[in-house]
């Protein structure tokens, strides 16, 4: 692509949640650190819950001490307080990024479709409610989560669904995501993919799937997309 080319056309494009979109690292930590208070384990540094964050793996698996005696029931009983706090701490400490409503409201504008696709679920309609506390479910025109395909993200299926829900060709699209994971679905799937540096990705974790681009936060999106550059991986 020269770079007196006009900048491709695209019809949609579609956003991860957390970490992309949704900044909820202190959600996370903060309901982390409440269910080990109720079972009386140690606190666990924030460091080691970003760690187990950005490597993918069960918090469960990873956090807990895998000597604890009747482990398997243990860990049920963490899992019916996470179901039950969760929806409150997301309603108090998760946020949009800042970059998050200004960035969805210009492509909204330019006519683009704007789509999410989440690997988390809601136990209490709390991450509708968040998108329309923060005035952004007006632009959404498709949400897909965690239990609406059977395959989670890397594969393409969640995005695939969101897709066919925006009647969007894939080459027209960009999935936009801050995992290792969002990247691989993205390329299966068939979009364009953007890498986002403000959640558990890392450059040294997401450059070698080679996203389209690498941007620090959303609001570098319009740039990416409108300028009359060609797509080089832009580095800001």
């Not at 991860?16 to 979109?21: E, F, H, N, V």
């Not at 996370?28 to 650190?33: M, N, S």
């Not at 208070?37 to 993918?56: F, I, N, Q, T, Y």
């Amino acid at each position: 692509m020269h770079s007196h080319t006009t900048p491709r056309k695209y019809a949609a494009v579609i956003f991860d949640l957390d970490g992309t979109l949704i900044d909820s690292i202190e959600a996370y930590y903060q309901d982390l650190r409440e269910i080990f208070r109720r079972m009386d384990l140690p606190p666990v540094p924030k460091a080691e819950v970003l760690r187990v964050m950005r490597s993918g793996l069960s918090p469960w698996d990873s956090l807990i001490p895998s000597d604890i005696p009747n482990r398997k029931e243990f860990l049920q009983r963490c899992i019916t307080i996470d179901k039950e706090i969760w929806p409150t701490i997301y309603q108090q400490e998760a946020r949009l990024f800042p970059g998050s409503y200004p960035t969805i409201e210009v492509l909204s504008k330019k006519g683009i479709k704007i789509g999410i696709v989440t690997s988390g679920w809601q136990e209490n309609n709390e991450i509708n409610q968040l998108l329309s506390k923060e005035g952004v479910t007006f632009y959404i025109d498709a949400i897909v989560m965690k239990h609406d395909t059977p395959l989670p993200k890397p594969a393409p299926d969640p995005i695939i669904l969101c897709l066919e829900r925006l009647a969007v060709e894939p080459t027209l699209s960009v999935y936009v995501g801050d995992a290792p994971d969002d990247i691989r679905a993205g390329k299966a799937a068939r979009t364009k993919t953007v890498a986002v540096l403000s959640g558990v990705g890392t450059l040294e974790t997401l450059q070698p799937l080679n996203p389209d681009w690498i941007i620090q936060g959303v609001e570098e999106i319009p740039n990416i997309l409108f300028s009359t550059k060609g797509n080089d991986l832009t580095l800001n």
